[in-house]
C-alpha cells in the first residue's frame, strides 16, 4: 500500500510507519540494541535541554492538581531512571524470531510456532512525558513502528524527546517513521486515526478514564484497556503494622496520581482498634485525606483523630490525588467480595504473616497483579523487570498487566513441507 495525493496527513502518517515496520521487523539484535544504549547515552546528555522543555510545560499547565502537576514534572533522578530502562530493554532477550512451538504431525510437516511484532501501535497518552521513550524503546526492541499522541501538557517535552530519537534512528540509517510524534493533532484527527485498521495494529490509550472510554467508544481498531486503577490493601491478622503502614502510606503518598497508587485499605477487624489509628495518624501526617467508613471512623474519632465519613462512591473510586478510603472489614471472605464488587482488575494486595491466608487471596482475587506484602505501586514494568511498560491492560485479551517486549508480538505458524499434498 503507497501513499497517495488524495490521502490526509493523518493517513500518510500511518502508511509512513506501516512501511517503516516492515524494515523494522527484519532488523538484528545487535543493530536494536545498538540504537537503545545510544539513546540512553542521549539522554544523560541532553538533560539540559529536555528539563527545559518539561519546565515551560509545566508552567503552561493549568487546572491540573499537584498530584497530576507532579507526573507531570520531570527531574534528573526520573531522567536517569528513564536512561536506565532503555539499558534494561536493550539487555533483555529479543522477542522477535522466539520459538514457542515446535512439532511435527502425522503428515512429516514441521509445525512451528514463532514471535513476530504486531506491526504498528498508536499510543495516545496524558501528561506523561516519559512515556514517550518508554513506548518508543519497547515497540523498536519487538520490531514495531509507533505512532505517539501525546497531551497538549506535556507536548514541549514530548516532542524534545521524540526529536532526539528520530536523530538517533538518522544517525544508525533506519527509518525515521518508527517513532511519529502526532502530539500537533486535533480531536477531529485523532477520530480519524481510530479508524484505520488497515494501517494501525493496536491502540493503547494511557490516561485519565474519560480519554480511555472516548477511544474505545470510536476506534475500529483493538485496544488495550485500562479504564482505571481502583487499588487495594487487604490488612490481615496477623501482620506486621508497623510494616502495614508504612507500605499503606508509601502507596499512596509517594506518587497519588499513577495508576498503581493505592486507593482504598480494608482493615481486618481483629486488628482494626490498633491498626486504624496508626494508619489514619501517618496518613495524615504525609498529608493525605482519610476518608473512613463507620466503624474506621469510630476507632479514628475514638483516638482523637478527625477523618471525613466515606460516602458510597468513595469505594470503587480512582482519586488520583492525596485522598485514601479505609474500611473494617471482617475477615478474609468480605475483603475479597470488596475487592471483587470494587477492584478494577489493575493490582490488589494483601498484607498478612498468615501464608494460607495469602494464598487464597492470590488464588481467588483475579487483578492483573496480586501483591503480597509489598506496594501496589510494584505494578510496574522497570520495576517487574520489563525495562519498561508501554501500558498496564487491566482487560486480559491478549494481555494482561504491564506490557512489555513480550506482549507487543504476537505468534504465527511456519510449516515446512517436503512435497506433501492433501
Given at each position: 500500500m503507497?501513499?497517495?495525493?488524495?490521502?490526509?496527513?493523518?493517513?500518510?502518517?500511518?502508511?509512513?510507519?506501516?512501511e517503516?515496520?516492515?524494515t523494522?521487523?527484519?532488523?538484528s539484535?545487535?543493530?536494536?540494541?545498538?540504537?537503545?544504549?545510544d539513546?540512553?547515552?542521549?539522554?544523560?546528555s541532553?538533560?539540559?535541554?529536555?528539563?527545559?522543555a518539561?519546565?515551560?510545560?509545566?508552567?503552561?499547565?493549568?487546572n491540573?492538581?499537584?498530584?497530576?502537576?507532579?507526573?507531570?514534572?520531570?527531574?534528573?533522578?526520573?531522567?536517569?531512571?528513564?536512561a536506565?530502562?532503555?539499558?534494561?530493554?536493550?539487555a533483555?532477550?529479543?522477542p522477535v524470531?522466539?520459538?514457542?512451538?515446535?512439532?511435527?504431525?502425522?503428515?512429516?510437516?514441521?509445525?512451528?510456532r514463532?514471535?513476530?511484532?504486531?506491526?504498528?501501535?498508536?499510543m495516545?497518552?496524558?501528561?506523561?512525558?516519559?512515556?514517550?521513550?518508554?513506548?518508543?524503546?519497547?515497540?523498536?526492541?519487538?520490531?514495531?513502528?509507533?505512532?505517539?499522541?501525546g497531551?497538549?501538557?506535556?507536548?514541549?517535552?514530548n516532542?524534545?524527546?521524540?526529536?532526539?530519537?528520530?536523530?538517533?534512528l538518522?544517525?544508525h540509517?533506519?527509518?525515521?517513521?518508527?517513532?511519529?510524534?502526532?502530539?500537533h493533532?486535533?480531536?477531529?484527527?485523532v477520530?480519524?486515526?481510530?479508524t484505520?485498521?488497515?494501517?494501525?495494529?493496536?491502540v493503547?490509550?494511557?490516561g485519565?478514564?474519560?480519554?480511555?472510554?472516548?477511544?474505545?467508544?470510536?476506534?475500529?481498531?483493538?485496544?488495550?484497556?485500562?479504564?482505571?486503577?481502583?487499588?487495594?490493601?487487604?490488612?490481615?491478622?496477623?501482620?506486621?503494622?508497623a510494616?502495614?503502614?508504612?507500605?499503606?502510606v508509601t502507596?499512596k503518598?509517594g506518587?497519588?496520581?499513577?495508576?498503581?497508587?493505592?486507593?482504598?485499605v480494608?482493615?481486618?477487624?481483629?486488628?482494626a482498634?490498633?491498626?486504624?489509628p496508626?494508619?489514619?495518624?501517618?496518613?495524615?501526617?504525609?498529608?493525605?485525606?482519610v476518608?473512613a467508613?463507620?466503624?474506621?471512623?469510630?476507632?479514628?474519632?475514638g483516638?482523637?483523630?478527625?477523618?471525613?465519613?466515606?460516602?458510597?462512591?468513595?469505594f470503587?473510586r480512582?482519586?488520583?490525588?492525596?485522598?485514601?478510603?479505609i474500611?473494617?472489614?471482617?475477615?478474609?471472605?468480605?475483603?475479597?467480595?470488596?475487592?471483587?464488587?470494587?477492584?478494577?482488575?489493575h493490582?490488589?494486595?494483601?498484607?498478612?504473616?498468615?501464608?494460607a491466608?495469602?494464598?487464597?487471596?492470590?488464588?481467588r482475587?483475579?487483578?492483573?497483579?496480586?501483591?503480597?506484602n509489598?506496594?501496589?505501586?510494584f505494578?510496574?514494568?522497570?520495576?517487574l523487570g520489563?525495562g519498561?511498560?508501554?501500558g498496564?491492560?487491566?482487560?486480559?485479551?491478549?494481555?494482561?498487566?504491564?506490557?512489555?517486549l513480550?506482549?507487543?508480538?504476537?505468534r504465527?505458524?511456519?510449516?515446512?513441507?517436503?512435497?506433501q499434498?492433501?
Amino acid at each position: 500500500m503507497t501513499a497517495s495525493a488524495h490521502d490526509s496527513p493523518v493517513r500518510q502518517a500511518a502508511l509512513e510507519a506501516r512501511e517503516a515496520s516492515r524494515t523494522l521487523a527484519t532488523l538484528s539484535t545487535d543493530a536494536k540494541n545498538a540504537l537503545l544504549l545510544d539513546l540512553a547515552r542521549a539522554v544523560r546528555s541532553n538533560q539540559t535541554p529536555i528539563l527545559e522543555a518539561n519546565r515551560a510545560d509545566v508552567a503552561s499547565a493549568s487546572n491540573l492538581t499537584e498530584a497530576k502537576l507532579k507526573r507531570l514534572r520531570l527531574t534528573e533522578a526520573s531522567l536517569e531512571q528513564l536512561a536506565a530502562g532503555l539499558e534494561q530493554i536493550a539487555a533483555l532477550p529479543d522477542p522477535v524470531g522466539e520459538v514457542t512451538d515446535e512439532r511435527t504431525v502425522p503428515s512429516g510437516l514441521r509445525v512451528v510456532r514463532a514471535r513476530i511484532p504486531l506491526g504498528v501501535i498508536a499510543m495516545i497518552y496524558e501528561a506523561r512525558p516519559g512515556v514517550t521513550l518508554d513506548a518508543f524503546a519497547l515497540a523498536f526492541k519487538s520490531g514495531n513502528a509507533v505512532l505517539l499522541k501525546g497531551g497538549r501538557e506535556s507536548a514541549r517535552a514530548n516532542s524534545a524527546m521524540a526529536s532526539l530519537a528520530r536523530g538517533l534512528l538518522r544517525d544508525h540509517r533506519l527509518p525515521e517513521r518508527a517513532l511519529t510524534d502526532l502530539s500537533h493533532l486535533s480531536r477531529e484527527d485523532v477520530r480519524e486515526l481510530l479508524t484505520l485498521s488497515d494501517l494501525i495494529d493496536l491502540v493503547i490509550p494511557r490516561g485519565g478514564e474519560e480519554l480511555i472510554r472516548a477511544v474505545v467508544e470510536h476506534s475500529r481498531i483493538p485496544t488495550i484497556q485500562h479504564f482505571k486503577g481502583v487499588c487495594h490493601a487487604y490488612v490481615h491478622a496477623p501482620a506486621d503494622e508497623a510494616q502495614a503502614v508504612n507500605i499503606c502510606v508509601t502507596a499512596k503518598a509517594g506518587a497519588p496520581a499513577t495508576c498503581n497508587a493505592l486507593e482504598c485499605v480494608l482493615v481486618d477487624a481483629r486488628l482494626a482498634p490498633s491498626f486504624v489509628p496508626a494508619l489514619v495518624r501517618a496518613m495524615q501526617g504525609a498529608g493525605v485525606e482519610v476518608r473512613a467508613e463507620a466503624r474506621a471512623a469510630a476507632l479514628a474519632r475514638g483516638a482523637g483523630l478527625a477523618v471525613v465519613d466515606a460516602a458510597p462512591d468513595d469505594f470503587g473510586r480512582e482519586f488520583l490525588d492525596t485522598i485514601v478510603a479505609i474500611k473494617v472489614v471482617d475477615g478474609l471472605d468480605e475483603a475479597i467480595a470488596h475487592v471483587h464488587r470494587f477492584g478494577s482488575n489493575h493490582t490488589e494486595a494483601i498484607l498478612t504473616r498468615d501464608e494460607a491466608a495469602a494464598e487464597q487471596f492470590v488464588r481467588r482475587v483475579h487483578a492483573s497483579c496480586v501483591v503480597v506484602n509489598a506496594s501496589t505501586r510494584f505494578n510496574d514494568g522497570f520495576q517487574l523487570g520489563l525495562g519498561a511498560e508501554i501500558g498496564i491492560s487491566t482487560s486480559r485479551l491478549h494481555a494482561y498487566g504491564p506490557m512489555g517486549l513480550e506482549e507487543l508480538t504476537t505468534r504465527r505458524f511456519i510449516v515446512r513441507g517436503a512435497g506433501q499434498t492433501r
